[in-house]
């Protein structure tokens, strides 16, 4: 058996070493956040996850793109989705929307909405776009929440901002910024397989 305090030792050792202690940037252009209290320096920092992959990501998106909560999500899908004309969007790759999503949602990786992917003006047609190829109308538009894996993720924000590129009203466009993280994380059931 080991002693105690021996034990202690490898623990404190093990946490401060930098394979369980990683720091990481929080957003592109800050590794820390400092500010006073009580005339001391405080400083926010952050383990785990590398940014750029893994930003945390601003609660706002983009003007008159409003960010949910879970209940909203699900009053978005009762209300909505259920009377056909709204979608609730996962925005991650196959392989993990298939592991589980949002009851509900419809896969369209965060990549398909780039402004480059030749078959952007399909997607947009089949989201009630009509006139794509010459002067689109929004107004037959599906109203739509994009969600990824969670707040340090960039693919729902870089897909809502493509669909602002191409027209898209913010008004037709809602962000779960929680993603499935937080949808699993307070025990909310996913489908698998949908």
């Known amino acids: 058996m080991v002693p105690v ?11 401060g070493s930098p394979l369980l202690a990683q720091s990481s940037a ?4 800050a590794r820390t956040f400092s500010f006073s209290m009580h005339g001391e320096e405080v400083t ?7 940014c750029p992959n893994s930003c945390v990501q601003p609660m706002s ?10 209940l909203e999500v699900i009053a978005f899908l009762q209300n909505a989705v259920s009377n056909g004309s709204g979608l609730l969007i996962d925005v991650r790759m196959p392989t993990s929307f298939s592991t ?20 952007r003006p399909d997607l947009l047609s089949a989201m009630g776009v009509t006139g794509v190829d010459s ?9 739509i ?6 707040t340090d993720d960039k693919d729902a924000p870089n897909a809502i901002n493509s669909l602002l590129d191409a027209g898209y009203p913010a008004g037709k466009i809602q ?3 929680g993603g499935i993280s937080d949808w699993t994380q307070i025990g909310l059931n996913l489908s698998v397989g949908q």
Request: proline share 9%; glycine share 10%.
């Open 5 to 15: 305090s021996r034990a202690v030792a490898v623990t404190v050792a093990c946490l």
């Open 26 to 29: 929080i957003t592109e252009t």
């Open 44 to 50: 926010i920092t952050r383990r785990g996850a590398s």
């Open 61 to 70: 998106v983009a003007p008159g793109v409003a960010t949910l909560g879970e």
């Open 100 to 119: 589980g999503a949002v009851p509900g949602a419809v896969n369209v990786p965060a990549a398909t909405f780039a402004p480059d992917n030749p078959y």
């Open 135 to 143: 002067a689109p109308s929004f107004a037959s538009a599906f109203s």
């Open 145 to 150: 929440v994009l969600y990824g894996r969670g």
């Open 175 to 177: 962000y779960y910024r």
